[in-house]
C-alpha cells in the first residue's frame, strides 16, 4: 500500500466514522500485512537476520577450517560478534511486531516504532564506521604475528613494492578509500531498508495528529 492510499484511507476513516471507533479502524489499516509500511520495516528486519546467519556460517567455516591460525581467530572473533547482532536484530524484530500487533494507541505504537528503528539506525552506522580501524588493527596484528607463511601474498608486495613506506602509503590510502565507500554505502543501505519508511511513518503520525 502506497502512501498516498493509506492517507486516503485514514482520511476515509475519520470523516465516516463518528462513533468513536476511528483509532481501531487506523489500526486496523496500520497493521495489515499486505504492504502497510510497519510491515516493510519487519521484512527489512527479516532480510538483517538472514544475512546474519549467512555471515555467522561462513565466518565459522572459515574460523575452522582455515590453515592459517590468524584467519580462525578472525573470522571466528567476528562470529561471535555477529552473534550478538543477531540477538539484538531479533529482538528488535520481536519488539516490532509486539507494537505492530496492539491496536491502541496507534500514535505512540508508531511513534515508539519510529524510536527504536531510528536509534537502531544511529547505532548500526556509528558500530560500522567503528569497525573499520578495529578491523584493520587486528588484521595487521594477526597478519604479523601469523607464523605460517603465505606465498602468494608475499609474491604480490615484493612485485609490486620495492620499499617499505610504499606498502605503508599504499595502506594509508587503501585504508582512507574504503572508510568512504563504507560510509557512503552504510548511509545508502540504511536508508533503502530503514531511513524511508520511518519517514513516511513520521507522515502518517502527522496526519494522525492534524485529524
Known sequence: MELDELKSLINHKLSTD???RSANDLAEILTRKTGSITDKIKKSLW????????FILLFGYIGIASKFQSLRIYFSFFGVVSIIFLVFVIYLLKRTQQLTSTPLPVKNNLQ???NIIEEFMKRYFQFT???IPICFTF???LGYTEKE???FLDDVSISVFSAKWQIITFMIVYLGLLSVGIYYFTKWYLRKL???YTEQLKECILELREN
Do not use: P, Q, S, W
Open 149 to 151: 607463511k603465505v606465498d
Open 112 to 114: 515508539t516504532i519510529v
Open 18 to 20: 463518528h462513533n468513536g
Open 194 to 196: 530503514y531511513g524511508r
Open 139 to 141: 588484521a595487521f596484528i
Open 47 to 54: 532480510m538483517e537476520i538472514i544475512f546474519c546467519i549467512i
Open 129 to 131: 564506521m567503528a569497525l
